[in-house]
């Protein structure tokens, strides 16, 4: 494994520290690399697609898991690094591509404390990943830092009141409560949060309100079995009530209630899910300005 540097490592507390060590370990639960390629695939190609990526260019992606955007980044002809805090995600994603022959460095990476050199990237980008670095404002100075002055940066983030932002807010009674100053992560997905975020350290701003459409889940229960056994987040919350039938029982509920109410009647009456995500570019501006 190797060492992840940075000025903001140095300044984790114990409690942050050891959030990360808890989101690393989270993130391998389940199967995020099946999810990533059954549910959420098309957002790579979203992101890749509106932030313009051209032959050559060195890409970052941030919180990249298995590639999601990564891949078709290198299929556009980036050089691309995949970087994320989690190595089975990257293990995942690193044998798939060498199977399809697309070459990608593969980093693991803490998106707090990128290990690298300031303005290292033409193009970086982060599809539903660094909004679940717990300090916004810490990984979204590592983003811009790394990304070279007419650079361009893409993000694709979960709003607050979509689907999986509503999915956060269903799970957070069943969770420990997270250490002071960690901001949840569907905040990324409010566009006055993300513009403050990004400052005048980014230009020509574009933001996007967009939707997913998920037709995999023929029933709520099948979304709520789904989601118990793939993705960590959720997984994570029933681990925590392990001990407690009746509030297992009511996460159980609560699940099949938000995608009860979140579906609507697609093609021959079978349920679709609308997701909705932020889609945000900018251009880099001169590191003085921001
Ligand atoms: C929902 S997955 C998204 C993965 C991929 N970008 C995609 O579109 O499928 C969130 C990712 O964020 C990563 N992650 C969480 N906290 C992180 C951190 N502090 N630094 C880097 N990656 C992080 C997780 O390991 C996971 O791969």
Same mark, same amino acid.
Not at 57 to 80: I, Q, S
Not at 145 to 162: D, E, H, K, S, Y
């Given at each position: 494994?190797? $060492?992840? *540097? ?5 300044? +984790?507390?114990?409690?942050? @520290? ?17 999810? &990533?390629?059954?549910? *959420?695939?098309?957002?790579? /190609?979203?992101? =890749?697609? %509106?932030v313009? =990526?051209?032959?050559?260019?060195? =890409? ?5 898991? $298995?590639?999601?955007?990564?891949? /078709? ?12 805090? $989690? ?8 044998r ?14 803490? &998106?707090?404390?990128? #290990? ?5 990237? +033409? ?6 990943? *660094? ?9 979204a100075?590592e ?15 979960? @709003?607050? $009141?979509?689907?999986i ?7 957070? #009674?069943?969770? /420990?409560?997270?250490?002071?100053g ?30 997913l ?5 023929? @029933? ?21 009530? %392990?001990?407690?039938? +009746? ?11 938000? &995608?009860?109410? %979140? ?7 079978? #349920? =679709? ?11 880099? @501006?001169? /590191?003085?300005?921001?």
């Open positions: 494994m190797m $060492t992840i *540097v940075g000025g903001a490592r140095a300044t +984790d507390d114990a409690a942050v @520290t050891a959030l990360k060590q808890r989101h690393r370990a989270m993130w391998a639960l389940g199967d995020y690399p099946a999810l &990533a390629a059954e549910v *959420v695939g098309a957002l790579g /190609p979203v992101l =890749v697609d %509106a313009g =990526v051209r032959p050559g260019e060195r =890409v970052l992606d941030v919180a990249a898991g $298995t590639g999601n955007a990564a891949v /078709p980044a290198a299929l556009a002809g980036g050089r691309v690094v995949a970087s994320d805090l $989690t190595p089975e995600l990257l293990d995942a994603g690193r798939a591509a060498e199977a399809r022959g697309i070459v990608l460095d593969w980093r693991e990476a803490d &998106a707090e404390a990128l #290990p690298f050199a300031a303005g290292a990237f +033409d193009v970086v980008t982060s599809c539903i990943g *660094v909004m679940f670095a717990p300090r916004h404002a810490v990984a100075a983003l811009l830092r790394v990304c070279r002055a007419g650079g361009r940066v893409g993000l694709i983030a979960w @709003t607050p $009141t979509g689907f932002g509503r999915l956060f807010a269903t799970m957070k #009674p069943y969770l /420990p409560a997270p250490p002071p960690v901001q949840p992560p569907p905040l990324w997905g409010d566009e006055a949060h993300v513009r403050g975020l990004l400052g005048a350290g980014v230009e020509d701003v574009r933001v996007e309100r967009r939707s459409t998920v037709d995999a889940f023929g @029933t709520p229960e099948a979304f709520r079995d789904y989601f118990a056994s793939r993705y960590g987040p959720t997984i994570a919350a029933y681990r925590a009530v %392990a001990d407690d039938p +009746d509030r297992t029982a009511a996460l159980d509920a609560d699940l099949v209630a938000l &995608a009860r109410d %979140a579906a609507r009647s697609g093609p021959g009456g079978a #349920p =679709v899910l609308d997701w909705e995500y932020l889609l945000v570019t900018g251009r880099r @501006t001169a /590191p003085g300005a921001s």
